[in-house]
């Protein structure tokens, strides 16, 4: 068997996204593998690092990655952008770098390496 070329990436059907939001904006988004366990959702004890993120989305969702639009990783990152926004641009960029942890978010990856292209630029400019 191949070995997977990714270890760190996961399906997205097995991804919960964590985060936290307040009046400054969203940040510490964390991108959690948590395959589901229709017994119990929060069984994975890596969880409880992670308690103290006040909003959640995902597998941890009904719905998630179901056909809903709003409920993908692309959504919740076009809710992000559009309808509320991140504290920083680092925050920005570790939310992109964190959603593209999920397989099918080659279109994160893709503005992670852009970003990690025009940056030197930026610096000098």
Known sequence: MERDPHPDMMDG?????????DGDGVRDVKVVYQPRD???????????????????NGNCCAGWMEGDPRSTPEGLYMQWSLMEHFTSK??????????????????????????????????EG
């Open 13 to 21: 059907k097995d991804a919960t996204i964590l985060w936290q939001e």
């Open 38 to 56: 229709p017994a119990d959702p929060w069984h994975n004890p890596e969880m409880d690092q992670y308690r103290r993120l006040q909003c959640s």
């Open 90 to 123: 680092e925050e920005h960029l570790a939310a992109l770098r964190e959603l593209a942890r999920i397989r099918e978010c080659q279109w994160a990856r893709d503005m992670v390496a852009a970003w990690d292209r025009f940056h030197p630029i930026e610096e």
